[in-house]
């Protein structure tokens, strides 16, 4: 059998919005790999922010427990890089390289880095003598001869914002549909419409990496790993412990059982993406990994391999401490800051959306500190059960559950308030906008 190519296809703030999850947004190139492969239904980041997302993700472990407590522009960094995958797999004989974007290291784009150990980066003018766009440039180089595996990350920033000023004309305002938690009314509709598009530009360019992979007879050989950081960047998505916060798309193709157009139902987490390569790769996997293989659901011997998942937010554009745990049934999240019990407005992404909501005082909103859901009877995590007394040996449970987690991983947070490191920055809780930046001395 020929040695397993791998690519790491990643996008910014998608969350599930894309056609084979089922909405109205124009993701052709997408949903044919969904219908070639695996699609994942339940899938959630391991915090949904963007350095711990992928932090989780390519280190196989849950952020806190790598040093991801933040943004990695803003002066947070994993405590150790040769635990990244792709440092793993540049020492298990593996061609590595990084096309566009990522947000593990300080340099957000895909220029060498003292920390990131690819082989080769789509920026760096030497490997990229033709001034390619990212999708090009991959394209080229899965093209290319290789005496070795490769492990190619390729990274777009669609669909974070900055959102296009008008919409494609194909994604009319008047007929698009404002996402779950937002009211439906002229401003979200031509928000999401607004984000439609960009999905659109999104997906064109990650038809071109699928379409190279087919070119270059590969796809016996290749897993391809699409997948997001996190949810959509609108108000109570984006940096929420809900599901629209921490629930991702991840579409998998590639030999093994990663085909057929394939819907698994039970619950993913981004941590068991490093683990499930190893078990494909025929690597040992390292004694840091905590997630699980999904290889088991894949090949339908079980219909889940985790019985809870969690995710955290410490740190985002504010500090806004945060943990939950989530099973089939229900979702805890608990709140770690009683000194702020009020919308952390500088980390949701100043949009025509928040801006609605700030008109109806958003800023002024209580957030329990405390909130569990019945994701059975209230999948859109509206209704808080924590005051219902039918309701205690549950929140019981899920609250053993959480404390448990926190405390069999160490989390920092158990110990006090986590500051940002000397020379980071961050944005006072206080403030409307993420862009209102304090230098950390």
């Known amino acids: 059998m020929k040695p397993l190519n791998i690519i790491y296809i990643h996008s910014h703030d998608t969350g599930r919005y894309i056609s084979p999850y089922g909405h109205d947004v124009d993701t052709p190139n997408m949903q044919q790999l969904a219908e070639e492969g695996v699609l994942f239904r339940k899938t959630f980041c391991a915090g949904p922010t963007c350095s711990p997302s992928r932090a989780g993700l390519l280190t196989g472990q849950t952020p806190h427990c790598v040093g991801m ?3 990695a522009h803003r002066g947070f960094a994993l405590n150790d890089y040769s635990q990244h995958l792709s440092a793993f797999l540049n020492r298990n004989g593996y061609t590595t390289a990084l096309a566009g974007f990522q947000h593990e290291a300080a340099a957000p784009f895909a220029v060498p880095h003292d920390a990131l150990t690819y082989d080769q980066f789509s920026d760096k003018e030497t490997d990229n003598p033709k001034k390619l766009e990212r999708q090009d440039w991959a394209a080229e180089f899965i093209k290319s001869d290789h005496e070795k595996p490769f492990f190619l990350s390729v990274g777009f920033f669609e669909t974070h914002r ?123 996997k390292p004694d840091y990994l905590q997630g699980k293989s999904i290889m088991p659901m894949v090949k339908g011997d079980v219909a889940e391999v985790n019985e809870q998942i969690f995710s955290e937010v410490t740190h985002h554009a504010a500090y806004e401490p945060k943990r939950c745990v989530r099973t089939n049934r229900y979702k ?42 019945d994701l059975e009877f209230d999948p859109n995590e509206m209704c808080n059960l924590v005051e ?29 308030p986590v500051k940002v490191p000397s020379g980071g920055a961050e944005t006072p809780r206080d403030k409307y906008s993420p862009a209102d930046v304090v230098k950390i001395p």
């Open 69 to 71: 407590l933040g943004l």
């Open 162 to 284: 900055v959102f296009p000023k008008e919409p494609d004309p194909r994604d009319d305002p008047r007929y698009c549909l404002a996402p779950t938690p937002l009211p439906d009314n002229e401003q979200t509709r031509y928000d999401m419409a607004c984000f439609k598009t960009m999905a659109r530009t999104l997906d064109t360019k990650m038809g071109v990496v699928f379409q190279a992979v087919k070119d270059a007879g590969l796809e016996d050989n290749t897993l391809i790993i699409c997948t997001t950081d996190h949810g959509i960047a609108f108000p109570a998505m984006k940096c929420s412990m809900t599901d629209f916060g921490i629930g991702v798309m991840l579409i998998v193709k590639g030999p093994q059982g990663f085909t057929g157009g394939k819907v698994v139902d039970g619950m993913v987490s981004h941590i068991d993406v490093f683990p499930t390569i190893c078990e494909l790769t025929g690597l040992d």
């Open 332 to 373: 805890y999240i608990l709140r770690l800051d009683d000194d702020f019990d009020t919308t952390v407005m500088p980390n949701c992404d100043n949009s025509i959306s928040k801006t609605h909501w700030a008109n109806y005082e958003w800023a002024k909103a209580n957030v329990p500190k405390e909130q569990l859901y």
């Open 388 to 416: 219902k007394s039918d309701m205690q040996d549950v929140l019981a449970d899920m609250r053993g559950r959480l404390d448990d987690w926190m405390k069999r991983t160490n989390d920092p947070i158990l110990d006090g």
